[in-house]
């Protein structure tokens, strides 16, 4: 019954980013295009006799132990499995922290994913969604494991299809955002319907960058105006267009192909202490 295997927990891009309104809970009216792309955490899991779950994640202090959102979507998904062992859960960590990119959400769908190969339990698409659902509105699209559209607090998900074959550069200046913050800041003009948005659809590279939107990019362009310098020196080397992802502040940029955002990656490394990723889109 105890094994051990590794998963891979990919990153996430938000192509498009509206903020429709506010709910009366407080949670935020979404419209996103996301994308996942190969920049990966990897994340053992050994099943063990020894009661409890512990997380290890070298060089990330903050990130160990059992408040851990992998070891918390451990937690939930044995409690609906109703089984009793021990777990350990080791993250070697790729993907920046508080950068946009979804790091953390990508790690609990991954332990709650690689928690039903692991052990052979089937929840189920809607269990597995419920849980996600728990841990964070992020949480569900890795889930889905598809480009998607996605609605409502960003937990309605609909496939995205026919994006186009391109490559991105991430680039992160090391900063730390947080996400809580900048919804908090953001300022909501008036509501805006979701029938009346745009629809997001795109085929070419041209298109996809025609689409790309981040509302909360004014919100953290005002703290940390470094985020349109990037922006402007990615399309200095030859990115086709350039956006902040999520809530930042990593800043991507959209090349025809890997070569490129590749080149352009070197050259940043050369000229800065930023974090570069030449990346693939997962399409499927």
Not at 1 to 14: D, L, V
Not at 164 to 183: H, K, M, Q, R
Not at 220 to 233: D, G, H, S, W, Y
Request: charged share 20%; proline share 5%; aromatic share 8%.
């Amino acid at each position: 019954m105890y094994s051990k295997k590794t998963f891979k927990a990919p990153a996430k891009i938000n192509l498009c980013l509206h903020v429709l309104g506010r709910y009366a809970n407080g949670y935020h009216k979404l419209a996103m295009a996301m994308q996942r792309v190969d920049l990966y955490d990897d994340i053992q899991i050994e099943s063990v006799q020894q009661p409890g779950i512990r997380v290890v994640c070298p060089g990330i202090p903050s990130a160990m132990g059992e408040k851990n959102i992998a070891a918390l979507a451990a937690q939930l998904f044995l409690e609906k499995a109703q089984i009793n062992i021990g777990l350990n859960i080791n993250i070697k960590k790729r993907i920046p922290i508080a950068a946009g990119l979804g790091g953390g959400s990508s790690d609990a769908a991954t332990v709650l994913l690689g928690l039903s190969d692991l052990l052979g339990v089937d929840l189920g698409e809607d269990q597995l969604y419920e849980l996600g659902r728990s841990l964070g509105a992020d949480v569900p699209f890795f889930i889905f494991q598809k480009p998607a559209w996605a609605t409502g607090t960003g937990t309605t998900l609909e496939l995205l299809p026919n994006l186009p074959e391109v490559a991105y550069l991430l680039v992160n200046p090391g900063i730390a955002v947080s996400t809580a913050d900048v919804y908090r800041s953001l300022q909501l003009t008036k509501g805006v319907e979701l029938a009346n948005l745009p629809r997001f659809s795109v085929v070419t590279r041209e298109d996809l960058c025609a689409a790309l939107h981040n509302d909360l990019e004014s919100v953290t362009l005002q703290r940390f105006p470094l985020i349109e310098k990037i922006k402007q020196r990615l399309l200095g080397l030859g990115a086709s267009g350039a956006l902040m992802s999520g809530s930042g502040s990593t800043v991507f940029g959209v090349y025809a192909d890997y070569s490129a955002a590749s080149r352009a990656a070197e050259t940043l490394a050369a000229e800065t202490d930023w974090l570069v990723y030449p990346v693939r889109p997962i399409l499927n």
